[in-house]
């Protein structure tokens, strides 16, 4: 007869063995293509597809990724303002109808050709994150990472069964709004940095939505292409240089720091490298950016180098 210690042990030991096998995002959310091919056979993994272009995806994609536009998880206000967070109807909705759970794990992916490419695969760890779905990481090097470590893929189409996710929080310390940058501007409460290129920063050059060019009074310089670094034509986020990257554009990274570009996009990847690869804890990304920024009346703009 078996004692009910002995059963106590057993079941305990059934809980360890089932838990030990529970798929674990790494804490710095980035995962290489030998750890995904490792765990694609996990039936917690979701990989998105987040390629800024959809044709992308039918062509070929990583074996049973689903796919996301990135106008799926933004949305367009006042007519031509684009960027901004979607309503948390439309991300029940996009989260419902890819089959995610509150026990999935999300892996997205972009085509990780250039220096920025990664900021869409951020900015949608960045949204999730928002509506309070914490389970996501970035493929590091995205899809030519993925080809160049000698990976299949297709261009199957993958079918899901909708899942009933629902928001149960939000998580809105990670959100500015323009009365949170007016205070950083007027009273130098938070660090405002702008994650765009050099030529949009001193105003030589601007985004076509943006009504006037230059950058935010006493805004600090850093492009969201200096996390990484490239290996042959593939970009990599730099796991290891973004205290670096703090301390050449004189980033403290003790004090708050609102993220900014022309759309929220850029900030968004600047705001995942800030946190999962830097340590900097605190920041916000300024969700309309430039472009509504720019539309409001009686702001200052600055032109010249920063």
Same mark, same amino acid.
């Given at each position: 007869?078996?004692?009910?210690?002995?059963?106590?042990?057993?079941?305990?030991?059934?809980?360890?063995?089932?838990?030990?096998?529970?798929?674990?995002?790494?804490?710095?959310?980035?995962?290489?293509?030998?750890?995904?091919?490792?765990?694609?056979?996990?039936?917690?993994?979701?990989?998105?597809?987040?390629?800024?272009?959809?044709?992308?995806?039918?062509?070929?994609?990583?074996?049973?990724?689903?796919?996301?536009?990135?106008?799926?998880?933004?949305?367009?206000?006042?007519?031509?303002?684009?960027?901004?967070?979607?309503?948390?109807?439309?991300?029940?909705?996009?989260?419902?109808?890819?089959?995610?759970?509150?026990?999935?794990?999300?892996?997205?992916?972009?085509?990780?050709?250039?220096?920025?490419?990664?900021?869409?695969?951020?900015?949608?760890?960045?949204?999730?994150?928002?509506?309070?779905?914490?389970?996501?990481?970035?493929?590091?090097?995205?899809?030519?990472?993925?080809?160049?470590?000698?990976?299949?893929?297709?261009?199957?189409?993958?079918?899901?069964?909708?899942?009933?996710?629902?928001?149960?929080?939000?998580?809105?310390?990670?959100?500015?709004?323009?009365?949170?940058?007016?205070?950083?501007?007027?009273?130098?409460?938070?660090?405002?940095?702008?994650?765009?290129?050099?030529?949009?920063?001193?105003?030589?050059?601007?985004?076509?939505?943006?009504?006037?060019?230059?950058?935010?009074?006493? %805004? =600090?310089?850093? /492009?969201?292409?200096?996390?990484?670094?490239?290996?042959?034509? $593939? *970009?990599?986020?730099?796991? &290891? !240089? %973004? =205290?670096?990257? /703090?301390?050449?554009?004189?980033?403290?990274?003790?004090?708050? $720091? *609102?993220?900014?570009?022309? &759309? !929220?996009?850029?900030?968004?990847?600047?705001?995942?490298?800030?946190?999962?690869?830097?340590?900097?804890?605190?920041?916000?990304?300024?969700?309309?950016?430039?472009?509504?920024?720019?539309?409001?009346?009686?702001?200052?703009?600055?032109?010249?180098?920063?």
């Amino acid at each position: 007869m078996i004692s009910r210690r002995v059963i106590g042990t057993l079941v305990a030991s059934s809980v360890l063995a089932v838990t030990s096998f529970a798929l674990d995002l790494p804490a710095n959310k980035l995962v290489d293509a030998e750890w995904l091919k490792a765990n694609m056979g996990d039936k917690s993994l979701v990989i998105v597809d987040i390629r800024s272009e959809g044709k992308l995806y039918k062509k070929a994609h990583i074996p049973g990724a689903i796919r996301w536009d990135v106008d799926d998880f933004r949305e367009t206000r006042f007519k031509d303002v684009v960027g901004y967070l979607p309503a948390p109807l439309s991300f029940t909705r996009l989260m419902n109808k890819s089959g995610i759970t509150k026990d999935s794990k999300v892996v997205f992916y972009s085509d990780g050709t250039e220096e920025g490419s990664y900021t869409i695969a951020g900015l949608g760890v960045y949204v999730a994150e928002y509506y309070g779905f914490d389970h996501t990481a970035i493929l590091n090097g995205g899809y030519a990472g993925w080809e160049k470590a000698g990976n299949s893929v297709d261009n199957n189409h993958v079918r899901v069964k909708k899942s009933d996710w629902e928001i149960t929080k939000m998580n809105t310390q990670n959100y500015a709004s323009i009365a949170n940058v007016d205070e950083a501007v007027e009273l130098k409460t938070s660090q405002l940095v702008d994650t765009r290129p050099a030529g949009q920063v001193n105003g030589t050059k601007k985004h076509p939505k943006v009504l006037r060019a230059g950058h935010l009074p006493g %805004a =600090k310089h850093l /492009f969201v292409g200096n996390f990484t670094k490239a290996d042959g034509k $593939v *970009i990599y986020l730099d796991a &290891t !240089s %973004a =205290k670096a990257q /703090f301390a050449k554009a004189n980033v403290d990274t003790k004090k708050p $720091v *609102i993220w900014y570009c022309n &759309t !929220s996009w850029y900030a968004s990847g600047a705001w995942f490298a800030g946190k999962y690869l830097g340590g900097l804890e605190g920041a916000k990304v300024y969700d309309g950016s430039m472009i509504e920024y720019s539309r409001t009346p009686k702001r200052k703009f600055v032109r010249g180098d920063i």
